[in-house]
């Protein structure tokens, strides 16, 4: 199941992105509400948070705050146009992507099925970290298995030494 959340007030993109979602559409008026909202989805890797552009000293301080709570969360400025100083600024605070306040299904379509193969990928990605600390694991029991396998040899061999020269 995947989320789109939205911070803003733009009620006819609100109600656009609602229709055209492919997903569960949650719109909420400011970052606290939309916070809430995501605090209870499970996997943010399921979640697209798209965040109105109002003014670019709160919105930066909303996206790095957010970012800050959810590093993996995919975020979605919408705007109607940007200057590519704004677009530099957003990009470092933590956005990923804009979206136009008119946009149609097609694009929302198509960040549904990006979404679905970036969260496909960070499985993946778990899953060759896990077996490599597994492999690691398993080899770093092996090598102690053998030390350990070896003193008891040498204590083994030892204490028959010690016994022969002493006669037993």
Known sequence: MQYFVYIGRHNKTIELFSKLST???YAAPNCYKA???L???REKYDAALFIEQVELSKDIADIRSIRKMYPGL????VIDSITKEEATEYLKAGVNNTIKYETNSEVLKDLSTFLTRRKEQKIEAEKIVLDDVLNQ???YNDIN???LSNKIEDVYY???L???KEGR
């Open 35 to 37: 916070t809430k909202v």
């Open 158 to 160: 030892n204490s028959i």
């Open 39 to 41: 605090d209870k989805i």
């Open 137 to 139: 694991s398993v080899l």
């Open 145 to 147: 298995y053998e030390i």
């Open 162 to 164: 010690n016994n022969i």
């Open 23 to 25: 997903g569960v559409f």
């Open 74 to 77: 995919y975020m979605v400025l």
